[in-house]
């Protein structure tokens, strides 16, 4: 079963608006990673936050974790259409990493 | 891009031919993955390696094994290929397993037919 759910599933934004996307995992956690896919590409890491963090910034990426909740934000300021791409967050555990099935973001100029 | 190598990048093949995928790293990484990817589903994982002849399955790992003779290789066999296993399949190393990052190559657009 799929540790991570992201929210929404898809989000059209205009160039300059932030974007936000959610992510919520079921069981306990080293840490929540944030990976970024261009069509036709592989992953690439953004961001990691560890469970004992609350926030984390990168550039114009802000990350936020509520391990309460079992859940994360990730924003992005002033998108570009350079962004446009599917997001995936992903539950750090143990030896493994289980991934959301993504939000495909597109960001229209 | 960290240094993984994917191969074939592409491959066509016929139902119940057996077909290996392979990963191919320079990073010296302990860990390795093989994960396949399907529309809504987001990364399966099918099986990991945590060392020189170290596997274990995954979530999704039936009619697939593989190998790992050495640090650098780790080699995805379907040893007869159906159509539900038409997909893409990404390998990904990770220095640290869960604990930090993980780095993918660029896929294997897999089509079984």
């Known amino acids: 079963s799929q540790q991570g759910e992201e929210d929404p599933q898809a989000l059209s934004i205009q160039e300059g608006e932030n974007a936000t996307m959610n992510c919520s995992y079921k069981?306990?956690?080293?840490?929540l990673q944030w990976y970024r896919q261009n069509s036709g590409r592989g992953l690439v890491h953004l961001i990691l936050?560890?469970?004992?963090?609350r926030e984390k910034h990168s550039g114009r990426l802000r990350v936020t974790l509520d391990t309460s909740k079992k859940s994360s934000s990730l924003l992005i300021t002033a998108s570009r259409a350079a962004d446009t791409a599917s997001y995936f967050c992903?539950?750090?555990?143990?030896?493994?990493?289980?991934f959301g099935p993504g939000t495909r973001l597109s960001v229209l100029p | 891009d960290a240094g993984i190598t994917q191969s074939p990048r592409h491959k066509v093949t016929e139902t119940g031919t057996p077909v290996t995928l392979r990963c191919h790293q320079t990073?010296?990484?302990?860990?390795m993955y093989w994960y396949r990817q399907d529309p809504g589903h987001g990364l399966r994982l099918i099986h990991y390696?945590?060392?020189?002849?170290?596997?274990d399955k995954g979530e999704v790992s039936d009619g697939y094994s593989v190998s790992r003779s050495k640090t650098e290789d780790f080699l995805l066999t379907l040893e007869s290929a159906t159509s539900s296993q038409t997909s893409v399949y990404f390998c990904?190393?990770?220095?640290?397993?869960?604990?930090?990052?993980?780095?993918f190559g660029q896929g294997t657009r897999l089509t079984v037919v």
């Open positions: 990904a190393i990770s220095e640290g397993a869960g604990r930090t990052e993980a780095f």
């Open positions: 069981t306990s956690i080293n840490n």
């Open positions: 936050i560890r469970s004992n963090e």
């Open positions: 992903a539950g750090g555990s143990g030896q493994n990493f289980v």
């Open positions: 990073e010296n990484h302990r860990y």
């Open positions: 390696s945590y060392g020189v002849k170290d596997t």
